[in-house]
């Protein structure tokens, strides 16, 4: 059982440019009726897209739904699984993703026990887009992802509805599974996400290596002045490798903890991000738990990233109801090669937590000379 940190210098902040572009030969199919199935259906224009066969190129299903809304779909059965698409709830008339002014008008809604609100299963390029929606109330998640491509989500609430403050969770947020380079959220603003309320993890990201998230509001409302937690954890990478974790707003409320990193996990990049501040970067929000790096016994989480001394990298962090951070190893679990730099850690019960050989709890280490947490 092996534990180290290392003294890094730090790369710059990447740009991301994610989604398939829309071509101006690609017909979109329109969305007219809130009803579960029929004519002018998003059900009925999944189905379309499904069948359409163009290779290489993203199906558009777009919104013009008749009336002020939001308009609301509930879903009564499973909606088909999609393939190379991009639903685009911003085009619904009076919807909008910039900020300020960010409006939401498409709200999927499950009717009925179900399991997945918008699944995507497919492998090669374009990977699908989902934007401009609220997903709400599906058993296991809300949006879930899988098949091999590099899929997108952004400008989306998930769990939230369309007001962006009143809760109807799902089970996960967003569910990733075997699905690397998939992006939730973006490089700007309009990207965001706020993936709040939901019942168990907010981003779980499963063999999903590469993935990037970004930009988003996890655990609080659409203005991120107030706190809407998710459950177990905000996010969990597991048995991913390369995930990065920048320039989001984490809250959670204990026992949640904001980031776990588990299993075989390596080289996980967390920048820029707020944990336990509302969106304003000042004012604290509950106690929770921060962040956890975990190898259990026989397996390797290393080379991961936390923080940095360039503009933009350094992670800021308030009432960590444990560590702020926790690096834990069991057994022949081995965790080496960490930088973890230039982090703000305050009114933590302990700043960080590292596993020593000889002990099974994590054992803090002490703060720099006059620190006042």
Do not use: W
């Not at 979109?28 to 499904?50: C, K, M, Q, Y």
């Not at 990037?212 to 809407?228: H, K, L």
């Amino acid at each position: 059982m092996l534990l180290a940190i290392a003294v890094a210098v730090l790369a710059g902040i990447p740009s991301l440019q994610h989604p398939a572009e829309v071509r101006a030969d690609v017909t979109p199919i329109v969305v007219t009726t809130t009803a579960d199935s029929g004519a002018g259906s998003l059900r009925a224009a999944l189905e379309t897209a499904n069948t359409n066969g163009n290779a290489g190129e993203q199906d558009i299903i777009e919104f013009a739904i008749p009336g002020a809304g939001p308009h609301i779909i509930a879903i009564a059965t499973a909606l088909p699984v999609i393939q190379a698409v991009h639903i685009k709830g911003e085009s619904q008339e009076d919807a909008s993703c910039e900020i300020p002014g960010r409006t939401l008008k498409i709200e999927i809604r499950a009717a009925a026990p179900l399991t997945n609100g918008i699944a995507v299963s497919h492998s090669g390029n374009p990977g699908s887009t989902i934007s401009g929606l609220a997903v709400t109330g599906f058993g296991f998640s809300g949006i879930s992802l899988g098949g091999g491509a590099a899929h997108t989500v952004q400008c989306s609430n998930i769990g939230l509805q369309a007001d962006g403050v009143t809760a109807f969770g799902n089970g996960d947020g967003v569910f990733v599974s075997v699905s690397p380079s998939a992006l939730i959220g973006g490089d700007e603003p309009r990207h965001r996400n706020v993936i709040s309320g939901n019942t168990n993890n907010g981003v779980t990201l499963l063999h999903s290596g590469t993935s990037t998230v970004r930009n988003n509001y996890i655990g609080v409302r659409e203005d991120g002045m107030a706190a809407v937690s998710n459950g177990p954890n905000a996010i969990v990478v597991s048995h991913s490798q390369g995930v990065e974790i920048r320039s989001n707003v984490f809250v959670s409320s204990a026992p949640s903890r904001n980031i776990e990193v588990i299993g075989n996990s390596s080289n996980s990049v967390i920048q820029g991000n707020l944990i336990g501040y509302l969106a304003d970067g000042i004012t604290p929000a509950a106690s929770n738990l921060s962040m956890r790096i975990f190898a259990n016994d026989g397996q390797v989480s290393s080379g991961h990233t936390i923080g940095g001394i360039a503009p933009g990298e350094a992670n800021r962090i308030y009432a960590a109801g444990s560590a702020a951070i926790d690096i834990t190893v069991l057994g022949s679990g081995v965790s080496n090669a960490n930088a973890i730099r230039g982090n703000s850690i305050r009114a933590n019960v302990r700043g960080i937590a590292l596993t020593p050989v000889d002990k099974v709890f994590p054992q803090e280490t002490p703060n720099d000379a006059g620190d006042d947490d």
